[in-house]
């Protein structure tokens, strides 16, 4: 008996290349929007890297000198609203209000106290300010990663229907009738998982990052108050 010829399923058209060209159409478009999204993902996920890199590297050497004992006169000079450090900003919102005590005549305890709190109020609201600006593209992360299991899954059942369709076609249910379309379906299904995840760690990862630098800038916002405060007292004791 002459053994059974079972039909030859190539690996070549299993390849990643193959599986597209080979692809539906709206299959196609969802491996595209896929990959469009998985690259987006990591622009953005280098983008904060390196954005938060820099962030913290400032704040350090901004503190670095705030407690090395340097004049708050100096600091206030060559600190400004438009600096690149956020805390330089933070600092810099705090400052304008030491400098209109500075213009005072004395200010009275009622006074120092008022203006100490006015120093608070826009330091907290820089910082509330810094951090939204810090988190934007974070919304793109979190759709990227909520969205694209659900695009990869619209992949697979189109990749399932047109499995369905060549058996159905013709009439056959061997594996090379069978396996594209399987593959097909399998395809943008790794693809929809392959943006999420990633999105999803980078997602977390930031916004775990960017809370701890909110509460970095807000605690130097209160030990600024505080230092400011002590430096009213004492000039109104001299």
Request: glycine content about 6%.
């Amino acid at each position: 008996m002459d053994p059974i010829a079972l039909p030859e399923v190539t690996t070549e058209s299993f390849s990643l290349i193959s599986l597209f060209m080979q692809a539906d159409l709206i299959v196609k478009a969802v491996m595209i929007i896929l990959l469009v999204a998985s690259v987006w993902s990591w622009a953005v996920a280098i983008d904060k890297w390196f954005s938060l890199m820099s962030a913290n590297s400032k704040a350090s050497r901004f503190e670095n000198a705030f407690w090395s004992g340097q004049p708050l006169d100096e600091m206030s000079d060559r600190s400004s609203r438009n600096s690149g450090d956020a805390m330089a900003r933070v600092f810099a919102a705090g400052a304008t209000e030491w400098r209109d005590a500075r213009r005072g005549a004395g200010p009275t305890s009622s006074d120092a106290s008022a203006i100490v709190d006015r120093a608070r109020s826009q330091m907290s609201v820089s910082a509330i300010r810094e951090s939204m600006q810090m988190e934007k593209g974070l919304s793109t992360l979190a759709i990227i990663a909520s969205a694209s299991p659900f695009i990869g899954l619209l992949g697979t059942v189109i990749g399932i229907m047109n499995a369905f369709r060549d058996i159905a076609a013709q009439g056959e249910t061997n594996l090379t009738v069978v396996a594209p379309g399987i593959a097909e379906a399998l395809f943008a299904t790794a693809m929809g998982l392959a943006a999420a995840i990633p999105a999803l760690v980078f997602y977390n990862k930031f916004s775990g990052d960017i809370s701890r630098f909110a509460e970095r800038l807000e605690m130097f916002a209160q030990e600024f108050a505080v230092r400011l405060d002590k430096r009213l007292r004492e000039r109104q004791e001299i």
